[in-house]
């Protein structure tokens, strides 16, 4: 990776990837804004900085419990302590659906190397249904009709009314 793909001052600075980043910024703005490479630079720091602020409280936190691992439970109390509870029960719950889809996604690659493989049918429809929810996470959870589905669908209206 390119040194100039990452914001930051030295190697030793905690930093995100720049490119990720911006990709981030965009999603988060409507079409006609754009945003200057000043302030991407700027927005990409500050993000920096929030997680260094959380980890740090978390760590305390851990601390006081006398444990040595920072747990989820840390975090959401530090997000607390440093004056963003109001934001405690969304990240709560974006932790929720990451525990979920880290479960499926280890009972599917367990499933796929038990020996017991799918036939090319099975294959395709559980492609099919994970583009379906990949393409309704970037919808924004509305599901949107590939061409390939409205032609199917469409097939099936006409053998229905034969």
Excluded: W
């Amino acid at each position: 990776m390119d040194p100039m793909d990452i914001v930051g001052k030295s190697k030793e600075d905690a930093s995100l990837p720049k490119a990720t980043m911006t990709k981030i910024i965009k999603e988060m703005l409507p079409a006609d804004v754009r945003v200057a490479r000043d302030a991407q630079d700027l927005l990409i720091e500050c993000c920096v900085e929030f997680i260094n602020l959380i980890s740090s409280e978390s760590n305390e936190v851990c601390n006081k419990e006398d444990k040595r691992t920072i747990a989820p439970e840390h975090v959401l109390k530090a997000l607390q302590v440093l004056g963003f509870g109001e934001y405690v029960e969304e990240v709560y719950a974006a932790y929720e659906q990451h525990k979920y889809e880290t479960m499926q996604d280890s009972q599917r690659s367990v499933k796929m190397n038990s020996g017991a493989e799918m036939t090319e049918e099975e294959a395709a429809a559980e492609q099919q249904r994970m583009f379906a929810e990949a393409r309704a996470r970037m919808n924004g959870g509305v599901s949107v009709p590939q061409p390939e589905q409205q032609l199917e669908d469409t097939q099936q209206q006409t053998n229905l009314q034969s």
